[in-house]
């Protein structure tokens, strides 16, 4: 963290008065939020996700209408704002821009935590995943099928990330003080037909994108390996600093962040990428690829749970850093240069 442990435990939960910069996450309470992160837990919603009942959450589908409700009802639970339209957590876009029907409309899910520092709370934070995964075999959304199972769970990809984000908000939601900045937690619809949600959101934010200090993507990190998980942009800006604090503070949890294994290829394929093309200072933890990815093998009988729950707890301490640091991150200007392509307003 960007202040030594001792000064964060002297400093735990102390008042602040009119004007007073709050002192954020003390280590004690971020461990006991960190221990919070249960493997049980973490499989359990991901049962509820990923069940075949969810038919793959496709985008538009009545099943991920479904999961959007659950992701709502769960912001809902652990106290979050809504940041939703007309006071509720699902912010709705049209996919006349994507897609050949000028009807149909698609759910993304926002819950808020407004941040403890009187200035810094201005300054969100944006923590994410994609709710989607790709359907049904034949159903146009290039599923495929494994013998006679016909359902792509998306159990990695990405009922991973979106139980990561709910386990998230939990936690964050049940310090007793909260992070300096404000924390926006965002399950985006239509990653898999091609970053629908997050585009869309980005375009017509709930919080003003200016504001954004930084984009946190979770995407895939059920199958990763019992000892690390990959930051893919770890290089790109000072947010790789974070990580770096992150993992010389917490070996105890047996999960090291390392740096992106495959040179770029994969920064532009999830959702933190419309968020980089507007400036926002962007990486995404990721397991790397594997064979199941958009078939029926993407299970949940294949998952490491344990795994998953210990990166959830790294990545809780990497977005405590960010949300608590005196400064936002910044970009590498020649990684910048070189990884996005800025997308215009």
Known sequence: MWLGAALLAACADAPSGPGTPAVGVSALAARRGADGVSAAEFARQLGIVADDSMRGRGTPSRELELTAAYIAAT???????????AGTYVRRYTLSAFAADPTATAPNVIGILEGSDPLLRAEHVLVTSHMDAVG??????????SGADSVCNGANDNGSGTVAVLQLARAFA??????????????FSGEERGLWGSLA???????????????INIDMIGRNATDSLFVVGKTYSTLGDAVDRVNRAHPETGMR??????DGLYFGRSDHYSFARLGVPSLFFFNGPHGDVHTAR??????????AARSVRMIFYAIVDVADAPTRPSWDPAARTRWVVPLGR
């Open 257 to 262: 962040l390392v740096n992106d294994a495959w």
């Open 201 to 215: 959101y980005a375009r017509a934010p709930a919080l003003p994108l200016p504001q954004t200090a930084a984009a």
């Open 174 to 187: 049940g310090l007793p003080t909260r992070p300096r900045r404000t924390l926006v937690f965002a399950t």
């Open 136 to 145: 049904m075999a034949g159903g146009g959304q290039n599923c495929v099928a």
């Open 298 to 307: 993407d299970a949940l009988n294949l998952m490491n749970v344990d795994a």
């Open 75 to 85: 912001f809902s639970a652990v106290g979050l704002t809504p940041g939703g339209d």
